[in-house]
Structure formats: structure tokens, C-alpha cells
């Protein structure tokens, strides 16, 4: 019985172990199977086989089981919206309505393996600043609380000694932290929650990210991976044979982020009026650089927009991973100067007490 309660809790939790990486798994696997000719249900139950994720192989018997009761394979996926966004649903959707599923299955499997090798790379260009950064504050803590409140108390020994200005701010310093570590800790906490909630709404969202594209380096290189994943995106959906008008609203439910819902927001409407992309996009030169919208211009007037946006992607790719690249460059000497500057502060004031009481003592 104890057996069989461990095994329900296991795999209760080994339903949620569904990431990224099973779903490059499974859309690539499909897409590699009905490329061979195999029927979607048998393609679908050779990855139920094939894996030992117990989520993988609860998502693909799910699926099996609609598509045997004859649901379309995009329907069985929207049954799933825990594990399937509303984009992966309607970009399946377009490969059913006209015949490439195994190709727009691999480009949502090569769309999310690039998506998560960005957030990989940044994520690893930041460690070491981070870990720098975790350090500095620890050692600047330990310092306040533990180093410096020891040297002050030599102070209490000699009443002559007239402190440095300096080393009073410090000594005052040192003495709020002490008194109000906790309060600090709780209120640096409540503001970061408090930010993330003001933040979520859709007033400061645009707030936010006008803040953020205005940082100098990350916000270069946000806007560049939203111009690449709305390109890629875009590219997909064209190649699944959408029009601009359905593409552009399936695009607002994946660039859900305020700044670009606008644009697609106008993009739409522009279409509707029968406006070209270009146009609609032209005054949008903060999101969408002039050579970006030249390339689209001529994409349009030639009817080769795929190779434009081919050409945007390999473009900005290339500009991305150079930023990245150098942004542990760029964060590092930042957070140097920061460290040394608090640890020239500490260091003057503490050779300031030093040469008072060695004044003190010649004087007496």
C-alpha cells in the first residue's frame, strides 16, 4: 500500500515535467514521423512508446484518444492548455488546412529550441555577474553587521578622539542596518512583490517595457529577440499558407507583451483597410527599424516576403549573439567599480578612526 502511495505521488508530480525540451521533443518526433508517411495516430502513439516522461506519455494518450474518437490533431491540442499556447493550436491548425504538417511541426520544434538556446546564453552571460553581484552584497552585509560595529567599539574607549565625517556616517550607517536588518529584508521583499503586481497590469506593462528598451544594452537587446521571434513567427505562419490578416492576429497571442499588442493592433487595422504591412508599420520605428521595414517593403512588392524576413532573422540573430556575448563584458566592470567603491569608502573610514586615536595618543 506504502508502494502504491509513493507511486501516486511521483507520478502526480512527474505530470507537471513538461518543458521546453519535451515539447521540441514531441513536435520534432511528429514532425519526422508524418514526414515518413506514418498515419498522425500511429505518430502519436510511437512517441507515447518511445518516452519515459509520464507527462509526455499522459499529453500523447490524450491525444490519441481524440484523434481515435476523430478530432483534428490541432483540436486535441487545444484540449491541452496547460502544455499547448493558443499559437502552437492555430499554426498546427494552418498545417492541416493545407497539407505541410511535418513542416510546420519541425518550425515550431526549431522556434522553441531557439527560443530556449537565447534564454540559455543570457541566462549564462548574467551568472557570473550575478554571482559577483550575491558576493558583494554579502560581504557588504557581513561588513556592516559583523566588521565594522567591532572597530567602533574602540571608539568608546577614548573620548577624546574627534571622528571623521566620513567615518560618523558610516559608524550611523552601520547602525540602522543593524536595527533595522529585518525591516530592510521584509521591505526589499514587499517591493519586489509589490512590482511584480504593478507590473502585470496592462497600464504599467508599457510602462515597463519603455523603461526597459531604454537600458543601454538590455534594452538593445530585447527589442532585437522580439524582432526575431516576431520575424520567425511571422515566417512560420506565412509558410503554413496564412494570409497577413489571419497571421497578424495570431501574432497578437504570441508577442503578448504591451508595446507590440499596439503595433499589431494597428497592423490590423491598417489590413483591413486594405493598407499594405509596410505602411501600417512605417511610423513604428521604435520597435521596427527603418531597414527592417525597407526589407518588408520590398518582401511585400516582390511577393517574397519569406526571404525578407529570412533575411531580417539571419540579420539581427547575428546582432543578438554578439550582444550577448559581450554582456558579461559590459555588467562586470559596472559591478567592480560598485564594490570598490564601497570598499574605499569602508577603508578610509576605518584608517580614519585609526588616525584619530593615533592622534589622540601623541596629544596626551
Not at 15 to 43: P, Q
Not at 106 to 126: H, N
Not at 261 to 269: A, G, H, P, R, T
Request: overall charge negative; aromatic content about 14%.
Amino acid at each position: 500500500m506504502l508502494d502504491g502511495l509513493i507511486s501516486q505521488f511521483l507520478d502526480s508530480r512527474d505530470k507537471s515535467n513538461f518543458g521546453v525540451k519535451d515539447k521540441i521533443f514531441f513536435f520534432r518526433e511528429m514532425g519526422y514521423l508524418l514526414e515518413g508517411w506514418v498515419a498522425i495516430y500511429d505518430a502519436v502513439m510511437i512517441v507515447n512508446n518511445g518516452t519515459d516522461n509520464y507527462a509526455l506519455k499522459e499529453i500523447t494518450r490524450s491525444i490519441a484518444e481524440g484523434l481515435n474518437g476523430g478530432k483534428t490533431f490541432s483540436y486535441c491540442l487545444s484540449r491541452l492548455p496547460r502544455y499547448f499556447n493558443a499559437g502552437d493550436v492555430n499554426i498546427v491548425k494552418s498545417g492541416e488546412k493545407w497539407g505541410n504538417m511535418n513542416e510546420i511541426l519541425k518550425s515550431l520544434a526549431r522556434e522553441y529550441d531557439y527560443i530556449a538556446a537565447v534564454q540559455s546564453k543570457y541566462l549564462g552571460a548574467l551568472l557570473y555577474p550575478a554571482i559577483l553581484l550575491i558576493v558583494s552584497v554579502g560581504a557588504i552585509f557581513l561588513l556592516f553587521t559583523y566588521v565594522l560595529p567591532g572597530i567602533f567599539q574602540i571608539l568608546v574607549q577614548f573620548d577624546s578622539v574627534q571622528i571623521p565625517l566620513m567615518t560618523q556616517i558610516l559608524m550611523q550607517t552601520t547602525q540602522f542596518v543593524n536595527t533595522h536588518a529585518l525591516s530592510l529584508l521584509g521591505g526589499l521583499g514587499g517591493l519586489i512583490l509589490f512590482a511584480a503586481i504593478f507590473f502585470s497590469t496592462e497600464v504599467w506593462g508599457k510602462f515597463y517595457y519603455s523603461v526597459l528598451f531604454e537600458i543601454p544594452v538590455i534594452g538593445s537587446m530585447t527589442k532585437a529577440y522580439y524582432l526575431i521571434k516576431f520575424s520567425r513567427y511571422m515566417k512560420i505562419m506565412l509558410g503554413a499558407g496564412m494570409n497577413y490578416l489571419d497571421t497578424f492576429l495570431l501574432l497578437k497571442n504570441i508577442l503578448w507583451i504591451s508595446a507590440y499588442q499596439d503595433l499589431l493592433n494597428n497592423v490590423i487595422e491598417w489590413l483591413n483597410r486594405g493598407q499594405t504591412i509596410y505602411d501600417s508599420m512605417k511610423y513604428n520605428i521604435d520597435l521596427i527599424p527603418v531597414n527592417v521595414l525597407v526589407l518588408l517593403k520590398v518582401g511585400e512588392e516582390t511577393a517574397r516576403l519569406e526571404n525578407a524576413l529570412d533575411n531580417i532573422i539571419t540579420i539581427y540573430e547575428a546582432e543578438l549573439n554578439d550582444m550577448l556575448n559581450n554582456l558579461s563584458k559590459v555588467i562586470e566592470p559596472v559591478l567592480i567599480v560598485f564594490v570598490w567603491w564601497i570598499i574605499v569608502v569602508a577603508a578610509l573610514s576605518v584608517f580614519g578612526i585609526i588616525w584619530s586615536i593615533l592622534e589622540s595618543i601623541q596629544v596626551g
